[in-house]
């Protein structure tokens, strides 16, 4: 069966989270539509997410030798495997969630750290004359991003302020997955009323972005 990948980078419980409230809702719909789809989950706060180093590496993206990492840590081995695992189970997937708030114009450190473990040389990506290019093309794959925040940004603004929506977006057509949708919880504000009604209003839009899926 194929996979649908939900990825949360959101340390609050869910029944407080916008993003994760939503999330949960298009998952639900999701595997309720398309029932040869089996769901794997990833939470980014309770799952040890290596920060990168430059020791890990030969070159752009290309993990070093077994023999230059035999010389490494315990722990920097460890990290290499958990850096594998992750973009195994990435690339194996054919759906894809992230939910997240907008943090600073982006988003939370720890998604940045895991995108980095996911962008691997003849995993998701390859180079051909020293040029990338993205593997994930191989077949058809969907990528959503739900995404919360407390303002309500003027969409002619979106390319300035939502600096996070547009770099998960031009990262994963970068490795190959053209099929991207957005899922956005604007207007949150400061009141239980304000983010009920952004969280609604979200859900509205779930039934078209689940009938756009392709996998």
């Known amino acids: 069966m194929k996979k649908l990948l939900y990825i ?6 869910e029944e407080i989270s916008s993003s994760k409230t939503v999330g ?4 639900n719909s999701i595997l309720d539509k398309y029932k040869d789809l089996t769901l794997e989950e990833l939470d980014l706060y309770n ?23 035999s010389k490494l840590t315990v722990q920097e081995q460890n990290d290499v495997q958990q850096m594998i695992k992750l973009c195994d189970q990435f690339v ?11 943090w600073s114009l982006s988003f ?3 998604l940045k750290d895991y995108i980095d473990c996911i962008v691997q040389a003849e995993k998701s ?10 593997l994930l093309n191989d077949r058809p794959r969907t990528f959503i991003y739900v995404q919360s925040s407390g303002a309500n940004i003027p969409w002619l603004m979106k390319p300035v302020l939502d600096k996070g929506l547009n770099y998960v977006e031009d990262i994963m057509k970068f ?14 504000g400061t009141t239980e009323k304000e983010k009920s009604e952004a969280i609604e209003k979200a859900k509205g839009k779930i039934d078209t972005i689940v009938d756009q899926i392709q996998f």
Do not use: C, Q
């Open 8 to 13: 949360v980078a959101n340390s609050k419980p």
């Open 24 to 27: 949960r809702a298009l998952v």
């Open 47 to 69: 799952e040890h997410i290596p920060r990168p180093k430059y020791s890990y590496f030969s070159s752009r993206s290309t993990l070093a030798s077994t023999d230059a990492l």
């Open 92 to 102: 194996a997937a054919s759906v894809y969630i992230i939910a997240s708030p907008m």
């Open 108 to 110: 939370p450190a720890i």
């Open 125 to 134: 990506i390859t180079f051909t004359n020293n040029k990338p290019e993205g």
């Open 175 to 188: 490795i190959g997955i053209s099929k991207f949708e957005e899922l956005l919880i604007d207007g949150t």
